[in-house]
């Protein structure tokens, strides 16, 4: 099991590209299967889900390549309407490929996405959606028994909560389906926009994306595009982190302004000097980082929850007390046992974490909870006096493209073993 290696107290400074955004890639490749032709993806960071992704494309039947960043693929040959276990469990977030399976072949199975380390990860949203586009939907011993003879048809869908996935498996039940369909309270976050940009750019219908109300007006069928897949705005979030805890001066290529909205006031009131001009950013930290009163996880175009943990690294080295509140995963605080042993002072009340800011931490060695958890880790990691030994980085991989190459690009002493 590879490890990090990490000597801390070494200053960020020079300039890095932002990856393409995790999120966005995984929904794009679902709903590639909808269109004839090929479909060419930029700017898809190699990672593990993304890798997961392209897996259960090829077992579809599809024909895909990915090559430096640029992903292909040709839908015409699907032949296979369920997704194997073993790969639904590879990857959660399979279950964002229901929609366009069942759109696609008129039936599906897979397998219930099991819970991951942030708590159950309920589909119920999912499936209320996809049931009143007329798709008749079995549970039965772990197994999801999809079926839709008659076709999809629109439906006037209004999420009790601004589900991300849910958002995009009924955009992408809808593009072909016969009718109209609207989602009232969908999700705002990028992410959904940069999916309806490809399936328009394909000869979809969808308005709205990026609001509260989508409509999507269904169509005969689709052909495949070239798309530019959007910036990692965590990934972003993840590098600021580490330039404020290293009292860096750091410059990234390839970030969008307002997909940081939430973001940016964090770090300036953590004292950082925050700049935008024209697709880049350059931060500059203080030697000495202020505490940030008060951080609530909201869905779009409130603060990330995936931005929680990598943010809250920096918290527990600036000056005074900050109150992180997380309302979007029940299990989203496992970062904070580890950030503890390295000297941290934080205490979690229920889904309310208090970080005392402390002088320095402590290098040791310390095991990643999760995917943002890790990046947490890091984060503390560069700023620890001695040496931060991080297992578990397998999570890290699942969404941060050579991420140590990265940071030592930017002068960081971090190896991985
Ligand atoms: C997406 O997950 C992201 N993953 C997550 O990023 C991100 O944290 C999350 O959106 C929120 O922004 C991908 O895009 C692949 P949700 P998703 O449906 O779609 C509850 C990362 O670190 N819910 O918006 O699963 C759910 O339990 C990952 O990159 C239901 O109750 O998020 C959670 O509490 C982690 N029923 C809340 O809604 C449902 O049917 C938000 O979930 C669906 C969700």
């Keep these: 099991m590879s490890k990090l290696i990490i000597r801390g107290k070494r200053r960020l400074s020079g300039e890095t590209e932002v990856q393409g955004a995790k999120n966005s890639v995984l929904p794009l490749l679902a709903a590639s299967i909808l269109a004839k032709g090929e479909s060419v993806f930029l700017g898809c960071p ?47 977030s399979s279950i964002v490929f229901l ?41 039965r011993y772990g197994v999801l028994e999809c079926s839709c003879e008659k076709g999809i048809k629109g439906a006037r869908i209004a999420l009790s909560f601004p589900s991300v996935g849910a958002t995009e498996n009924a ?24 999916l309806a940009e490809y399936l328009n750019r394909c000869g979809a219908k969808i308005y709205g994306a990026g609001e509260g109300t989508i409509v999507i ?7 495949g595009c070239c798309h530019t897949v959007i910036p990692d705005r965590i990934v ?8 404020a805890v290293t009292s860096g001066d750091i410059v990234l290529h390839g970030v969008v302004q307002s997909h940081l909205g939430a973001v940016t006031p964090v770090f300036e009131e953590a004292g950082c000097k925050v700049v935008f001009s024209r697709g880049n950013m350059r931060i500059t ?25 990598p943010v809250m690294a920096m918290t527990a080295v600036a000056q005074g007390t900050s109150v992180i509140v997380e309302n979007i995963f ?28 402390v002088p320095k931490l402590f290098g040791t060695s310390v095991v990643a909870p999760d995917l943002r958890g890790a990046a947490a880790l890091v984060a503390a990691g560069l700023c620890a006096r001695g040496k931060t030994e991080i297992s578990g980085i397998n999570f890290l991989e699942r969404g941060y493209e050579s991420f140590e190459t990265v940071l030592s690009g930017l002068g960081a002493d971090i190896k991985k073993i």
Excluded: W
């Design 285 to 309: 930290a203080p030697e000495k980082l202020n505490s940030v009163k008060h951080i609530r996880t909201m869905p779009y175009p409130g603060f990330p929850t995936d931005c929680q943990a």
């Design 171 to 194: 955009m992408i039940a809808a593009v072909l389906a016969k009718g109209t369909t609207t989602i009232t309270n969908a999700a705002r976050e990028p992410e959904i926009c940069d």
């Design 46 to 92: 190699h990672l593990s889900d993304v890798e997961a992704s392209i897996k259960i494309l090829r077992y579809l039947g599809c024909k895909v390549s990915h090559k430096d960043g640029t992903i292909c693929v040709k839908a015409d040959g699907i032949s296979r309407y369920d997704i194997p276990t073993e790969l639904m469990r590879e990857m959660r």
């Design 99 to 139: 929609g366009a399976v069942i759109s696609r072949g008129g039936k599906a199975r897979l397998s219930f996405p099991g819970g991951c380390e942030l708590g159950p990860r309920p589909i119920d949203l999912h499936l209320k959606a996809l049931r009143q586009m007329g798709v008749s939907i079995e549970e």
């Design 236 to 243: 972003a979030t993840t590098l600021m982190s580490a330039a």
């Design 217 to 223: 007006d269904g169509v005969e069928s689709l052909t």
């Design 330 to 357: 029940e299990n989203r605080f496992r970062h904070v046992g580890e950030l503890v042993r390295m000297g941290a002072n934080i205490k979690v009340e229920g889904k309310v974490a208090v970080v005392e800011g």
